[in-house]
């Protein structure tokens, strides 16, 4: 009927800190505080095909606290088949070792039959919880096809949780998260079934948007879109619950049925242009400036706290609080970041020792002080930046290290990204970006006319013909590197940067493919 991967963390030798799922725990105050664990370096995963959503159901009813379920499947490896799946550094260094990366490539919704989670959390309309036989009739109403297909509703992991001095929950199969459970007939039909939820959501009045915490609008229906993708991981174990708390076990509901047509899903290119009215309509609705402009204003008064806690001055602080109020996410140096180890460090520390951090998780970065919600992760892209993404907020990128601001220290410690710099930006034909880089690197040496060769940079960044830019600044770099006295080619590993330096004997086989001229 379906596949599916069920994934087993065995990144530390000790079990407990192998915990993949919800940890629900008091604070000093006697307030439920909710994070999820997903440090999930390294593990063991397998295809598992399901006949019904009732096996499912026993599946995550016998997941022990390290195992997690994975929508998609990995192609390569059959049913029952055990491979390694770990993060990409673990991939990238352990080469003579089979382990696949959790990324969309490598994981996939198959052309058959395929399980999809529908994950409703939490609507303005149903605040106190909602029946899950009420909210199955709501869910018919927007969609009648749902009627004849099998489902499987499970409420969230980390419902009916209470403390045990405290009496028992009266409403407790009213549920403000649940997990639905359906098979489609086609999994790579997956985003025109979320397409169609959207619309039917928006056309029935329970499509709105959320204000966040830093005052963007983001849209919002009855489920959350983002489980569309085949690679993310559901955690459906059962919670850590810290002291003092207890819970009523989970009630599951099945509801039979066949497999959803998704034939006529797609939504029409006036539908599409309907929804696009309808949430624009309602994003410009007056209704929201009151809240949007209060909580702006907090937001960046936290952020001003924050940054001069960290060590700015405030007024460096008022403006970087301005810049990322205007969506420009650049992080200080001294900012402090949370990441999921306990430690506690600068944006310098992570740029400073990044593979030590690559794998690990991190407090949205302006939460660094009142989260333990562990929703964001590094990248270090082509063309040299460093970046944080936030799933906070509907997603958002913070720069850590911007590409255009490279410096001699940089370019020692990473001198592996001057090439794919040069390859990312000749993609991109930006070659301003590209001058900037080199002239960066060629003003930091020693032994050299610094200014002359960044006057000849500049002057190429007005050259229409990109190519012929290129080879004039590869020349330049050369030029640099061979009167550079402290360019010591040996200490250089990446094989692109050692074929500027005249002294590495690969350079003479490779000159003339670079387009170097002497």
């Known amino acids: 009927m379906g596949n599916l991967t069920v994934v087993r963390n065995e990144t530390s030798l000790i079990s407990e800190q192998n915990f993949l799922g919800k940890k629900i725990e008091l604070d000093s105050s006697g307030n439920l505080v909710k994070t999820s664990s997903a440090y999930l370096r390294l593990g063991t995963a397998r295809n598992v095909d399901i006949f019904n959503l009732t096996e499912l159901e026993n599946i995550i009813k016998n997941l022990d606290s390290s195992e997690a379920i994975i929508l998609g499947t990995y192609s ?9 799946v770990g993060s990409q550094n673990v991939v990238d260094d352990n080469l003579d070792y089979s382990i696949v990366s959790r990324k969309k490539s490598n994981f996939v919704f198959s052309t058959e039959p395929t399980v999809v989670l529908l994950d409703f959390d939490e609507h303005p309309e149903f605040s106190k919880g909602i029946n899950v036989n009420i909210f199955r009739d709501l869910l018919l109403k ?3 096809d749902f009627k004849d297909i099998e489902m499987l509703i499970v409420p ?4 009916n949780i209470y403390k045990i001095d405290e009496e028992r929950p009266r409403n407790i199969n009213k549920y403000k998260r649940l997990h639905i459970y359906i098979t489609i007939d086609d999994g790579t039909k997956i985003n025109d079934l979320f397409d169609r939820l959207e619309y039917v959501s928006w056309c029935n009045g329970v499509g709105y948007h959320k204000v966040s915490s830093n005052g963007a609008q983001l849209k919002r229906h009855l489920f959350d879109s983002a489980v569309a993708s085949p690679e993310r991981l559901v955690y459906e174990s059962k919670p850590f619950l810290g002291a003092g708390l207890t819970q009523i076990a989970r009630e599951f509901y099945h509801f039979d049925g066949g497999v959803l047509d998704t034939s006529t899903l797609a939504l029409s290119p006036s539908e599409k242009s309907a929804l696009k009215n309808m949430i624009e309509a309602d994003r410009n609705d007056s209704k929201y400036s009151p809240l949007i402009n209060e909580k702006r204003k907090t937001y960046h008064k936290k952020i001003v ?8 001055s405030e007024s460096a602080a008022r403006d970087y609080a301005d810049k990322i109020l205007q969506s420009t ?6 900012a402090k970041l949370k990441c999921e180890n306990g430690q506690i460090i600068s944006v310098q520390d992570v740029l400073d020792n990044f ?13 660094t002080y009142e989260s333990n919600e562990f929703r964001a992760a590094l990248y270090k892209n082509p063309d040299g930046s460093f970046v944080m993404h936030s799933f906070r907020h509907g997603g958002t990128n913070y720069i850590l290290q911007s590409a255009n601001i490279l410096n001699n220290l940089f370019v020692d410690k990473h001198p592996d990204c001057i090439e794919k710099m040069l390859q990312y930006n000749a993609k991109k034909q930006s070659i301003q970006n590209s001058v900037e880089i080199l002239a960066s690197y060629v003003k930091s040496r020693d032994g050299i006319d610094g ?18 830019s290129n080879v ?14 402290d360019f010591d080619c040996e200490s250089v590993k990446c094989f692109s940067t050692r074929l500027m330096c005249r002294n590495c004997p690969l350079f003479q086989s490779k000159r003339d493919s670079y387009g170097v001229v002497d």
């Open 156 to 159: 969230s992991s980390s419902s």
């Open 472 to 485: 004039d600044i590869r020349s330049l770099y050369v030029t640099a590197a061979e009167n550079a006295t």
């Open 76 to 84: 390569k490896a059959t049913n029952d088949e055990e491979f390694l």
């Open 142 to 144: 927007l969609m009648p």
């Open 329 to 334: 996410n650049t992080l200080p140096s001294v």
């Open 305 to 312: 706290d924050n940054f001069v806690n960290d060590g700015l």
């Open 355 to 367: 593979d030590d951090y690559a794998d690990l998780s991190f407090v949205d970065p302006l939460q």
């Open 451 to 468: 200014q002359v060769l960044l006057n000849k940079l500049i002057e190429n960044a007005n050259n229409a013909n990109y190519k012929q």
